[in-house]
């Protein structure tokens, strides 16, 4: 009954809605969510950058199905490194939440690795924010083991990673 598959351009308006769920989540986050939105995660509109992925060739996008419906949704790309090797990155990669632990996320993953490998990336990278115990244990069942922590000093409680006035 789970699936994944490439994603289409009539995946749209559904994967949007996704990502946009992923973002209120992550936002929630108290440990690095705010400023993970504001600095990392994809910026609305968010059809503007999911568009313009399906007609990239270092690019893919993938929805996760459960009875055919999409639940979830996965997006990778190719960063050529320094060295002329390629390294593969998981941008996103969200399932909703009544539709977790039946396996969506991991055919999302397996659909998302098998194109990195075809591709030649010599690894792949993606991110779970301090305190998400579950996106972890997911990525690291999956063979994902941690190589970067970045240390954060928080200035000012108040104004962390709010927008300021009039900048929307």
């Given at each position: ?10 995946d ?8 946009r ?10 440990r ?7 600095r ?14 399906f ?9 996760g199905t459960?009875?055919?419906v ?6 990778g ?11 593969g ?20 993953m ?14 792949v ?29 928080r ?6 990673v709010?927008p ?5």
């Amino acid at each position: 009954m789970e699936a994944a598959r490439v994603a289409t351009v009539d995946d749209l308006a559904a994967l949007a809605s996704l990502c946009r769920q992923g973002l209120a989540e992550l936002a929630a986050q108290d440990r690095g969510g705010p400023l993970f939105v504001a600095r990392e995660a994809r910026a609305e509109p968010v059809e503007d950058s999911l568009g313009a992925a399906f007609g990239d060739p270092e690019a893919i996008i993938v929805a996760g199905t459960f009875s055919q419906v999409v639940v979830g949704y996965g997006t990778g790309r190719l960063e050529k490194l320094a060295n002329g090797s390629t390294l593969g990155v998981i941008d996103d990669l969200f399932v909703e939440s009544g539709a977790r632990g039946v396996g969506v996320g991991e055919a999302m993953m397996s659909q998302l690795l098998a194109w990195f490998t075809e591709r030649g990336c010599q690894g792949v990278d993606a991110v779970a924010l301090p305190g998400m115990r579950a996106s972890k244990n997911f990525f690291e069942t999956a063979g994902f083991t941690g190589r970067l922590i970045v240390m954060h000093h928080r200035m000012r409680q108040d104004e962390a990673v709010r927008p300021q006035a009039g900048s929307q």
